[in-house]
């Protein structure tokens, strides 16, 4: 079993660069602006109910960083527990050049065997980025990143949505694939698919509802990012900023849940205060 992950202000923090004024990682935004946004929020909620500027927060699967490096530099101290080495040597290298390398700790292992590597309900937040799909048993997954959860600590779960795939293989002409997907327990399109599960938003949210926590929001990711052709976000004049801004404005809406290429679900404990 393997815990992939793909795919982010205080005033008295230094502020990362945000995924929008940056140029070369525009393309990059497109994945990752709406999770950072939500979880950015959710941190520092965190941090004025605690009154604590550093927060203690797990990273399930957090790979090379992408959301690790992004929430170390907000001050915050980060445990990136991944499956490969490969992941972990980039992740050490990344913090390195960030700045933020005594506040990154990487650590090899998966969500199975979690507690093996990481203390049983100590941390502030958790992120669940890309697990679930790969994991053997999704509900034992999400069961034991809460237990990790300090009381009222807050879960970031994203995942595949099935939706999404369904679209995205009828627009390419694959129909058959289209409608297997639309039929298949776990989402997949076919024997090729390299995803081995997806999900539609009630299943995530019943899986997070059943491991003890209240749903705080759920958003549509990458709704139109995948189907946009990429000459014309790259070459048309404003054309990243208007899309980064219909993104963020369609994932809120639970119309566009169900065509979403990725679901994420802010879980809170259930003392933790509203969103």
């Not at 009381?151 to 939706?163: I, K, N, Q, R």
């Not at 990711?221 to 899309?243: I, K, N, Q, S, Y």
Request: hydrophobic share 45%; proline share 7%.
């Amino acid at each position: 079993m393997s815990d992939p992950m793909r795919p982010p202000v205080s005033p008295h923090r230094p502020h990362p660069a945000s995924p929008r004024s940056e140029p070369s990682r525009s393309r990059a935004a497109l994945r990752t602006a709406v999770v950072w946004d939500v979880l950015q929020e959710a941190l520092d909620r965190r941090v004025k109910a605690t009154g604590r500027q550093a927060l203690d927060v797990l990273d399930t699967g957090g790979g090379s960083g992408n959301f690790a490096v992004p929430a170390a530099r907000l001050g915050h101290r980060v445990t990136v527990v991944d499956p490969s080495p490969n992941a972990l040597f980039a992740l050490e290298r990344r913090a390195a050049e960030a700045g933020v390398a005594d506040r990154v700790r990487g650590v090899q292992g998966d969500a199975r065997g979690l507690f093996d590597v990481v203390e049983r309900g100590g941390y502030d937040a958790v992120l669940c980025h890309g697990v679930l799909e790969y994991v053997d048993d999704p509900a034992e997954g999400v069961r034991n990143v809460v237990a990790a959860l300090r009381p009222e600590g807050v879960l970031s779960l994203l995942a595949a949505g099935l939706g999404g795939a369904v679209l995205a293989r009828a627009l390419a002409g694959h129909f058959t694939e289209a409608r297997h997907a639309l039929d298949d327990p776990d989402g997949r399109w076919g024997e090729g698919d390299p995803v081995p599960r997806r999900f539609t938003a009630d299943q995530l949210t019943g899986l997070v509802e059943s491991a003890g926590l209240r749903v705080g929001a759920v958003h549509g990711v990458r709704v139109f990012a995948d189907l946009v052709p990429g000459v014309l976000v790259d070459t048309e004049p404003g054309a990243m900023e208007a899309l980064l801004k219909l993104e963020a404005a369609a994932a809120e809406l639970a119309a566009f849940h169900s065509v979403a290429t990725q679901l994420h679900v802010l879980g809170e404990a259930r003392g933790a205060e509203e969103v």
